[in-house]
């Protein structure tokens, strides 16, 4: 394997959503306000759903007159990490790719996104489909060979944009994060992520918010670059040969 540092230009980030960049989780907070968030949740965390499931069902909670206008009204007055759009300007600046993947949805995820004037970004994710009756999920980006618990996979759609020799670095905070981060050379992380990395002894930099991110990439870049886990890159492969 490859162990030598890497130059900036062949590092590529990816940033989870809900939790991340935002203070709070979006799609909780619809189904909190506009449909039932309990008890699906619970069953979801609990494992007596699975996520696809979990997404067609709560859909279905959604009180009668809630559309796409609604959605993205709410979405606009949903708070944001204060350092995300500095941190975005800056791997844009340096020409490091950032890509959103997020198992939530593009109707709050793009408003939210074109609000910081970051609407450019790459996003994988799912979608909300709106035809005339009850909002209905899709997932364009599912992935019947992955276990982990997202219905749009984020490992691959990770592994699926980076070139071979390239080192990848993930931000997130949740358990849809735990196996795109797990396939990541470098991992920011916090809340059940944190806890999970812990646990499972995966190298990691805790970080709060974005400006944690920042100073890191900022500092450790020209000092020593971004090397390759081992461990990620022999994952990677794997993958690479489910799929």
């Excluded at 992520?193 to 020209?222: G, M, Q």
Aim: aromatic residues 14%; hydrophobic residues 35%.
């Amino acid at each position: 394997m490859n162990k030598k540092s890497l130059n900036i230009e062949k590092l590529y980030v990816f940033v989870d959503f809900d939790g991340t960049i935002t203070k709070k989780d979006v799609g909780d907070e619809i189904f909190r306000v506009f449909g039932e968030l309990e008890p699906l949740h619970s069953k979801l965390r609990s494992g007596e759903l699975k996520i696809e499931d979990y997404w067609k069902e709560i859909f279905k909670t959604l009180k009668p007159g809630v559309g796409k206008k609604e959605i993205q009204e709410f979405a606009e007055e949903i708070e944001v990490d204060p350092y995300f759009k500095k941190f975005a300007e800056y791997c844009l600046d340096k020409g490091i790719p950032l890509t959103i993947v997020s198992d939530g949805f593009d109707v709050y995820i793009n408003t939210i996104l074109k609000r910081l004037g970051l609407e450019n970004l790459p996003v994988y994710c799912n979608r909300a489909l709106f035809n005339g009756g009850k909002p209905e999920p899709f997932y364009p980006y599912a992935s019947e060979s992955c276990d982990c618990l997202c219905a749009s996979c984020k490992r691959n759609s990770v592994i699926s944009n980076v070139p071979e020799e390239a080192a990848i670095a993930f931000v997130g905070d949740g358990y849809s994060d735990y196996c795109a981060a797990e396939h990541s050379d470098i991992i920011f992380a916090k809340k059940d992520l944190a806890a999970y990395c812990n646990e499972n002894k995966l190298p990691h930099y805790p970080f709060t918010s974005f400006f944690d991110v920042y100073r890191t990439l900022k500092d450790i870049l020209p000092k020593k670059g971004i090397k390759k886990r081992r461990q990620a890159e022999l994952l990677r492969y794997k993958a690479f040969e489910i799929e």
